[in-house]
């Protein structure tokens, strides 16, 4: 069955440092997506992505933030200069069409120090 | 604004128990999506169930089911029979219906535990 896999599946960094998670969403899925769970808490809405460009974004969204599908497979989040409240699991997603499901990896939990 | 609430924090039940989930929604749009997440240990969000707004028919799925009631806006989450691999936190989310976006809105989140 075909699933979202994503890497690295933990990611410890310094307080300022750069970090890029990268998502292979399902192969055939044309809306991608990355959420944030900050430990014990909800899962919150990132952005989305379709049709090479971001369609929604939320307030945590910042300027520190950028997204990119550099190929027909890759999905990625950059964070340029990583704070200690980024700390979080960060799920990507995927969904088909515009009625579908969205399917979530397995998530990388991202620990600044 | 679209919110979700799940208002039990935490569940504590023994093993073949049954046990419900609640979820309250807010929306302002006519038609929408209901989830349900499983997120175990591990960490990883499981899909359990999606459900259109117009069509309140309630569903059961083995030992799960789900009663949605638009009248009262909850879409309610059953275990019958509980199991301890059935411990986790389970979400329960809302999302548009045919935007571009579909963004999840997720609950806090309801940390079951099934104790043998």
């Known amino acids: 069955e075909p699933e979202v896999t994503q890497t690295p599946s933990h990611q410890v960094t310094q307080m300022g440092q750069e970090v890029i998670l990268r998502c292979v969403p399902i192969?055939?899925?044309?809306?991608f997506y990355w959420y944030r769970q900050i430990l014990g808490q909800k899962v919150e809405f990132l952005v989305s992505?379709?049709?090479?460009?971001?369609?929604?974004k939320s307030e945590i969204f910042d300027d520190q933030f950028s997204v990119e599908r550099p190929d027909g497979s890759n999905f990625t989040l950059k964070i340029r200069s990583t704070k200690l409240e980024d700390s979080a699991m960060y799920f990507c997603?995927?969904?088909?069409?515009?009625?579908?499901?969205?399917?979530f990896g397995p998530g990388t939990r991202l620990l600044v120090l | 604004a679209q919110k979700v609430t799940q208002a039990q924090t935490e569940i504590s039940v023994v093993e073949k128990e049954d046990v419900t989930l609640d979820c309250v929604y807010e929306?302002?749009?006519?038609?929408?999506?209901l989830f349900w997440y499983k997120q175990p240990p591990s960490g990883e969000l499981v899909f359990l169930i999606r459900r259109n707004s117009f069509d309140e028919q309630n569903e059961i799925s083995g030992r799960y089911s789900w009663n949605f009631q638009k009248s009262t806006s909850s879409f309610n989450f059953t275990i019958t029979a509980s199991q301890v691999v059935d411990s986790a936190v389970y979400f329960c989310?809302?999302?548009?219906?045919?935007?571009?976006?579909?963004?999840?809105?997720f609950g806090t989140g309801t940390l079951l535990a099934v104790q043998p």
């Open positions: 992505f379709y049709n090479n460009e971001i369609s929604e």
């Open positions: 929306t302002r749009d006519t038609t929408y999506y």
């Open positions: 997603a995927s969904r088909g069409t515009e009625k579908e499901t969205q399917y």
């Open positions: 192969s055939n899925h044309l809306y």
């Open positions: 989310a809302l999302s548009d219906y045919g935007g571009a976006t579909n963004k999840l809105i």
